[in-house]
Structure formats: C-alpha cells, structure tokens
Antibody, heavy 122, light 106 residues
Framework: QVQLQESGPGLVKSSQTLSLTCTVS??????????WSWIRQRPGMRLEWIGY???????RYNPSLKSPVTISRDTSKNQFSLKLTSVTAADTAVYYC??????????????WGQGTQVNVSS | DIQMTQSPSSVSASVGDRVTITCRAS??????LAWYQQKPRQAPKLLIY???TLQSGVPSRFSGSGSGTDFTLTISGLQPEDFATYYC?????????FGQGTRLEI
C-alpha cells in the first residue's frame, strides 16, 4: 500500500523559499504511470493543485500560481520535493503531496499525505 | 480554469439519513469528476472517480452520478464516520480544480 508523508519547515519568512519533501513508501516514484503531485489548501479556501512530477521526471505546474514553483525528485530516496520561491503571506497553507493516477483519459488523486502546515511570516 | 461550485456549503443530518451533495462545473466536463472525503486533521480520501466509479474499499452507501455540468454525491444510510467535508474535483481540463467543499454535520 502506497503511503506519502510530507516534511519540512512549518515557518518560512516572507520573500524566502518554501521547501517541502514528500517521502513515498510502498511504491517507487520512478515506475508506473503516476504523477506525483503537490496540492495546497490556504485558510478558508478550496484545494489548489500546484503541480506534478511524472515517473519519467517531467513536470507540469499550475499557471495560476503567483510564486515561482519547482518540483524535483530524488529517486534514490524515493522522494519528491516542492520549492516555492519569494513566498508571501498568501502562500500560508496546508500542503499535501498526493499520487495522481489516470484512467480512461482523466486523472485523480489517491492516496494523499497527511498534510503539513506552512506559515509565512513577515 | 473550470470553476466548481458545490451546494450546499453545509448540511446537517442524522445517522441513517440519505444525503445528497451537488457539484456544478462552469464548463462541460463529460463524466470526469471525483469526490473526496476529508475528516479533521486527516488527508482527503478519494471516494468516487469518473463521476460514478467507487474507489476500492469505499462502502457501497456512497454513490455518484451526473454528466456534463451537474453531478451529485449521495450517501445512503449515514454512518457516524461519514460526518466530514466533501470536495468535488474536475478532471476534464488542465489545471484540475476543486469545489469549495460541503461540510456534513450531525
């Protein structure tokens, strides 16, 4: 059974870089037709998809995001990571990692990590 | 981006009740819709995808229907563990987007 677990600082200063890591167990991030995603939920707002990295290492990001985003991976550790640069208070959120799978031409998220709260302070 | 609107925003029900939650898409999304359940301090859990396909391990009291722009999630015979927040997600076009959530309360 695949499980995901986010880790990283819970507090980041404004204008600095937010860095989170998702550790995957029970399955390899470099096999299978999966897309390893980051999703966040800002206070009082709906879930927002940030981007993904595929099993081959290709990436895709949500063009609506204001802060520059990079998703990368370390296959030797079976981890993938999120970096948001020049963060502002608007990036305060619970950040989730999730596996995206596709079936019949459409894609969904399962399973998800527990989520990690990140606060951006001034 | 496709906008997803859920109604109601919250609903009160009792154990044993039948509850229906609606999700409306701003554009036609065929049947490319998922429903997730989220309990406090837990990760969202996929319940239904492709509008009506039950994810493995999900109880059969959960069902989904709809196509085009209008979709419903029905829970028949509410159980205490079903009280949670439910989200829809469209999977028809990039980027994937979510509804604002429906809180199901006792």
């Amino acid at each position: 059974q695949v499980q995901l677990q986010e880790s990283g600082p819970g507090l980041v200063k404004s204008s600095q870089t937010l860095s989170l890591t998702c550790t995957v167990s029970g399955g390899s991030i470099s096999s299978g037709s999966y897309y390893w995603s980051w999703i966040r939920q800002r206070p009082g707002m709906r879930l927002e998809w940030i981007g993904y990295i595929s099993e081959s290492g290709s990436t895709r990001y949500n063009p609506s995001l204001k802060s520059p985003v990079t998703i990368s991976r370390d296959t030797s550790k079976n981890q993938f990571s999120l970096k948001l640069t020049s963060v502002t208070a608007a990036d305060t959120a619970v950040y989730y990692c999730a596996r995206r799978f596709c079936t019949g031409g459409s894609c969904y998220f399962d399973p998800w990590g527990q989520g990690t709260q990140v606060n951006v302070s001034s | 981006d496709i906008q997803m609107t859920q109604s109601p925003s919250s609903v009160s029900a009792s154990v044993g009740d039948r509850v229906t939650i609606t999700c409306r898409a701003s554009h036609h999304i065929v049947t490319w819709l998922a429903w997730y359940q989220q309990k406090p301090r837990q990760a969202p859990k996929l319940l239904i995808y492709a509008a009506s396909t039950l994810q493995s391990g999900v109880p059969s009291r959960f069902s989904g229907s709809g196509s085009g722009t209008d979709f419903t999630l029905t829970i028949s015979g509410l159980q205490p563990e079903d009280f949670a927040t439910y989200y829809c997600q469209q999977a028809n076009s990039f980027p994937p987007t979510f509804g604002q959530g429906t809180r199901l309360e006792i």
